[in-house]
């Protein structure tokens, strides 16, 4: 058994990480870094809670240790776990700063360990569903790809950090990550950025909607968020010169962990019909359209590839490189939005 230790039992932590952990085979929810309360322990009877980081990164038996902390202290979590020689999975974003997560890969080579971002949403079931579509190319030569997570949440953040930009607050390190990465890893790296950030909703506070556009050759894909979107666009809306496809609605995965423990037995991340993306086809000069259905998600392969991973058995399942690339990308973005212009892509360490 691969014995995990979490550190914090805040959001990411109950609804992603300690859900997964305890439903992969060969994985040990074994610890838990809790300073003033005993919540895991009641979710999780026999878990070990320790007072302290230094606590628990002296269990020499803890050979994972998970870091979903408040953003800002994310760099300094891993960089201890990984001088401890603990291999660590930091939650998004790896660290405020491309240079920060830079030096802690140079550090986890250093320490010969992993240092492995949570990227989960490389197995949302639309995610999957548009991968597999584009694979097959029958929407032909693709002119236009957008990618949305917009909600309606007009008020103040409920956690004072997530509104402080100088702590990593804002949608753009949030929601901006994964659609980010989501890209690269269907396009690979752009050729240039520009963007939109900005704070739309009322007072003061870290940036709460985002427009990035990477440049590709031939085509761009836009990625955005906003928490003044009631319907919300469309999640995927892709261009082809054979067709588009249209996906409303996000994953259901997240609201399912938040009310479980364990991942059951049985179908998981699973769609209903009615939120099944339509796909539009060109055929023979006539338009043909029909419901595609949505892959099942699954965020437990990430904990499997890392389980893999640490067994010697297979690649990471995300490697870190990947984050600071994404990153890079979100830095070069903020200084697009800042100077009003497009900037050439640049990934020199």
Known sequence: MIRIGLVGFGMAVRVFHAPLISSVSGLELAAVVERNSDL?????????????????????????????????????????????????????????????????????DQRGVHLIPFHNRRWDGEFLTVRSLLQVRVLGRLVHFESHMDRWNPG????????????????????????????????????????????????????????????????????????????????????????????????PQEPALNKITRIPAGPWGTEPVSEWGMLHVDVNGGMVTRPLETMAGDYRRFYEGVRNALEGRA?????????????????IAQLSSEQRREIACSFEP
Not at 315 to 331: K, N, T
């Open 315 to 331: 690649e990471l399942p995300v490697r870190a490189v990947e984050a600071w690339r994404v990153a890079r990308i979100l830095e």
């Open 156 to 251: 103040p953040a409920r956690r004072a950090w997530k509104n402080d930009p100088e702590h990593g607050g804002g949608l753009l390190l949030d929601l901006g990550t994964h659609l980010v990465d989501q890209a690269v890893e269907l396009f690979g790296l752009p050729q240039a950025v520009s963007a939109e950030i900005d704070r739309e909703r009322d007072g003061e506070g870290a940036n709460d909607s985002f427009t990035v556009r990477l440049r590709y050759a031939g085509f761009r894909a836009t990625v955005g968020a906003n928490m003044l979107s009631s319907p919300a666009a469309p999640r995927f809306h892709i261009r082809g010169t054979q067709g588009n496809y249209r996906k409303k609605g996000v994953d």
């Open 40 to 108: 895991a322990a009641q979710r999780y009877p026999g878990i070990v809670t320790h007072r302290s980081l230094d606590s628990l990164l002296a269990d020499a038996s803890i050979t994972l240790v998970v870091a979903a902390t408040p953003n800002a202290t994310h760099f300094d979590v891993a960089r201890q776990a990984i001088e401890a020689g603990k291999n660590v999975v930091v939650d998004k974003p790896v660290a405020v700063r491309s240079a920060e997560i830079a030096d802690l890969i140079a550090l986890a």
